[in-house]
């Protein structure tokens, strides 16, 4: 249906970038007014959202129709099939998570991290539901900020899509640092004479930390070069991390001892401050969430899977599901082989459980797995993160430029390689060790939105097609909701000061640059 069938008035001109001259919303007085009132009616409501036209930047939103309309100078292109986006999606979840945080968990809530595991991963397949409807119903690049244009209006997308930055940009930065740690330990145990001042940031003893720079660049590159390559790169590597885990898991499991989970909740069940830290199962699933998400970088390619009914389906829920079972398997093993004081203990859990198993070899495998995990989860957030911004920029909200699409490789070439030198600039230089919960309350951020971006179009426009929906709605999305606000309050003050602090910037951001350059506000 055209803007000249929904508002009763002929089609306007179209806008810059080819956008039609559309602001949804309401209200009078505001804006361009529609010379026939719009019916009430089911169908119209399920396409054009709104009985009138806002242009209040609070409120404004995107049309449907507008929002699913391919633009010849910035479409991407669709090459993806449901292998490449649950190798996106298991690409990202299992990363340092699985190998560390297994640890971690276990020193905030002894066994009962089995049951921190539990819950973050139900809480996470709430979203991932919601996202599931969402990204099938807008197949569109953006995730979240796009869902959240649609249905809450213009300023909450900012938010969400400035939110969105700081998570990947901090995931993509800390990962990238922690992949030249590895290297490092290569470097030195090759005697290679490369001066530490090139080997670590100014705030661990060197200048300048280039093998993070390195990495984060050559993600960069092998993303602009096409998104299908990539992935495809990026399915292999995941394919022997799942070979790596389920030989830690064959090899561990026959020694379980279920006496290692006596006592199963030692610090409780809640989340209490013990020595000015926060220990309990609640404690540890707040920060055991940092394994599970990921699955929400498949959500930003909706633009460029092939089938998005079926493929963005698969994807999400395959990758979700996947990953929950390998992680709780791979908890109960590692529980199961050791005391959980011991697994608290060590900065590598997986492999320490190996070699005290006398299997020495199968422990350094591990640790090389380890290394090959992490260019993934670079290369996942790095993805999700260069197509929020590619998306923001096609909107207006930042440089337009940067939104052009290479017409051989058919991938933001431009985008990702700012965001590629961004992220290598962060890890070379800043130090990361005090903001890296920041990216759990910048998700905990997205999964709210996206659910309550559901409800909202549930409520607003019941009968628009939608290829996937999701069961029990009005459970699932409260729940997601709730579980998201408990999670993020379990999170260090410090965290959530950060997090307050960044919002506060972007919106100084949307007021004085972004809400005046937006395309909605130039078409009014």
Request: overall charge positive; glycine content about 12%.
């Amino acid at each position: 249906m055209s803007a000249g069938e929904i508002f009763g008035g002929p089609r306007p001109p179209p806008g810059p970038a080819g956008f039609p001259l559309v602001i949804a919303g309401g209200g009078p007085g505001w804006g361009l007014r529609a010379p026939t009132p719009i019916p009430k009616t089911t169908h119209n409501r399920a396409i054009d959202l709104t009985h009138g036209i806002q242009m209040a930047s609070w409120n404004r939103r995107k049309l449907l129709d507008s929002v699913t309309a391919r633009h010849a100078h910035s479409a991407l292109k669709p090459t993806l099939g449901w292998p490449h986006l649950m190798g996106l999606g298991v690409g990202g979840i299992v990363g340092t998570g699985i190998y560390t945080l297994t640890g971690v968990g276990a020193g905030l809530a002894g066994p009962g991290v089995m049951l921190s595991f539990l819950i973050a991963g139900i809480v996470c397949a709430c979203a991932a539901l919601a996202y599931t409807e969402m990204a099938t119903m807008i197949p569109m690049a953006g995730s979240a900020y796009t869902y959240s244009y649609v249905a809450l209006g213009e300023t909450l997308a900012w938010i969400v899509g400035w939110t969105l930055i700081l998570e990947y940009t901090v995931v993509c930065s800390v990962v990238a640092v922690g992949w030249s740690g590895y290297a490092v330990g290569v470097v030195k145990s090759a005697g290679w004479p490369i001066p530490q001042a090139l080997l670590a940031g100014p705030m661990d003893g060197g200048i300048i930390n280039v093998p993070s720079i390195v990495i984060a660049l050559a993600v960069a590159s092998l993303l602009a070069l096409g998104s299908r390559e990539s992935v495809t790169v990026n399915l292999v590597l995941v394919l022997v991390k799942l070979i790596a885990l389920a030989a830690f898991i064959a090899l561990a499991l026959p020694v379980f001892d279920a006496d290692n989970f006596t006592p199963f909740a030692p610090y409780g069940y809640g989340a209490t401050e013990i020595d000015g830290v926060k220990h309990g199962v609640m404690a540890a699933a707040a920060i055991i969430f940092f394994a599970f998400y990921g699955f929400d970088a498949v959500s930003t390619a909706a633009e460029e899977a092939r089938n998005p009914g079926r493929d963005l389906k698969i994807g999400i829920v395959g990758s979700m599901v996947m990953c929950a079972l390998i992680y709780m398997a791979v908890a109960a093993a590692a529980i199961g082989g050791s005391d959980y004081r011991d697994l608290a203990g060590s900065s590598e859990p997986l492999a320490m459980v190996l070699r005290n198993l006398n299997h020495p070899l199968a422990a350094t495998l591990i640790g090389a797995a380890a290394i090959i995990a992490l260019p993934t989860v670079i290369m996942a957030f790095m993805y999700g993160q260069s197509r929020i911004f590619f998306v923001m920029a096609r909107d207006g909200l930042l440089p337009q430029r940067l939104s052009a699409v290479h017409p051989r490789f058919g991938t933001p070439v431009l985008m990702t390689m700012v965001t590629g030198v961004i992220v290598a600039a962060i890890a070379g230089f800043v130090p990361l060790k005090n903001i890296a919960e920041v990216a759990n309350a910048g998700t905990l951020i997205a999964f709210i939105a996206v659910a309550v971006c559901m409800l909202v179009m549930r409520s607003r426009a019941p009968d628009q097609p939608r290829t996937f929906k999701t069961p029990l709605p009005w459970v699932v999305g409260p729940a997601g909701i709730l579980g998201c606000i408990y999670l993020f309050t379990s999170l260090p003050a410090v965290t959530m000061r950060i997090c307050l602090g960044w919002n506060v910037l972007g919106l100084l951001v949307y007021w004085v640059y972004a809400r005046h350059r937006s395309l909605l506000a130039q078409s009014a």
